[in-house]
C-alpha cells in the first residue's frame, strides 16, 4: 500500500513568489491534515479536510494561505506571496478515521529566500 | 490551549547506551499520546501511541513510554540504542476539543555514535 506521498520534497523560491505544495493522501482516506515546522518550533496543525470540506482551518496563519482538495483526492497548499518567515516543513497526513490513526509524509521543506 | 513540552532539543549518545527523552503535556483531562520519528529523508512514522489501560506502552524497534498521569509526563525510553535509532523524536498529545489536529512538542534530535 502506498504511503501519504508529498511533492516537492525541497522548493526554494523568492520572497514574493507563489509555490504550491501537492499532498497524495493514502488510498480511500477521507481525512486530510497539513502540518507546519518552522525551524526549532513544534510542528503545528494549519487545517483538516474531510473529503473536499474544509472541516478545521483554524491553524492557518493568514490569507496567503489557500488549501485545496478537489475531488477529495489530493490536496494542494498554496502560498501566495511567500515571505521570508514561511520557511519551514510541511507535512501532510490522512486517516480513514480520526487524526489518532493517521499517517505521516515525509514533508515537503520550503526555503523562502 | 494544550501544549507539550521536549526537555532536550539535542542528545548525543554512544551506541549501547540507555535512552530517555522526557515530554510533558499541560491538558489536564483525557488525552491521547503519541511518539513519532522520523529517519533522515523519510516519512514521520508512529513508534507508539497510548489512548487507556496499561500506561506502560511498548512501541516499534524496542522503543517504550510511560504515561505518568500524576506528573503529566509520556517519557520515551530504550534500553540500548543503536547507530541506526539517529533521527528526531516528536511527542505529541491529542484531546478531542478544539482544534482537530495533534499538539506536537519542538522535537528531540538524537545522534547515536557507532
Known amino acids: 500500500e502506498a504511503g501519504v506521498t508529498q511533492f516537492p520534497s525541497h522548493s526554494v523560491i523568492e520572497k514574493g513568489q507563489t509555490v504550491t505544495l501537492r499532498c497524495d493522501p493514502i488510498?480511500?482516506?477521507?481525512?486530510l491534515y497539513w502540518y507546519r515546522r518552522v525551524m526549532g518550533k513544534e510542528i503545528k496543525f494549519l487545517l483538516h479536510?474531510?473529503?473536499?470540506?474544509?472541516?478545521?482551518e483554524s491553524g492557518m496563519p493568514n490569507n496567503r494561505f489557500l488549501a485545496e482538495r478537489t475531488g477529495g483526492t489530493y490536496s494542494t497548499l498554496k502560498v501566495q506571496p511567500a515571505e521570508l518567515e514561511d520557511s519551514g516543513v510541511y507535512f501532510c497526513?490522512?486517516?480513514?478515521?480520526?487524526?489518532?490513526?493517521?499517517?505521516f509524509g515525509q514533508g515537503t521543506r520550503l526555503t523562502v529566500v | 490551549a494544550q501544549s507539550v513540552s521536549q526537555h532536550n532539543h539535542h542528545v548525543i549518545l554512544s551506541e549501547a547506551a540507555s535512552l530517555e527523552l522526557g515530554c510533558n503535556y499541560s491538558?489536564?483531562?483525557?488525552?491521547?499520546l503519541f511518539w513519532y520519528v522520523q529517519y533522515p529523508g523519510q516519512h514521520l512514522q508512529l513508534l507508539l501511541k497510548?489512548?487507556?489501560?496499561?500506561?506502560l506502552v511498548k512501541g516499534i524497534k524496542g522503543f517504550e513510554a510511560e504515561f505518568i498521569k500524576s506528573k503529566f509526563s509520556f517519557n520515551l525510553r530504550k534500553p540500548s540504542v543503536q547507530w541506526s535509532d539517529t533521527a528526531e523524536y516528536f511527542c505529541?498529545?491529542?484531546?478531542?476539543?478544539?482544534?482537530?489536529?495533534?499538539?506536537f512538542g519542538k522535537g528531540t534530535h538524537l545522534i547515536i555514535q557507532p
Open positions: 497526513a490522512s486517516s480513514h478515521g480520526s487524526v489518532t490513526e493517521a499517517f
Open positions: 488510498s480511500g482516506h477521507d481525512n
Open positions: 479536510f474531510v473529503k473536499e470540506s474544509k472541516q478545521d
Open positions: 491538558y489536564g483531562g483525557t488525552v491521547n
Open positions: 497510548y489512548f487507556s489501560g496499561d500506561p
Open positions: 505529541a498529545v491529542y484531546s478531542g476539543g478544539g482544534a482537530d489536529g495533534l499538539t
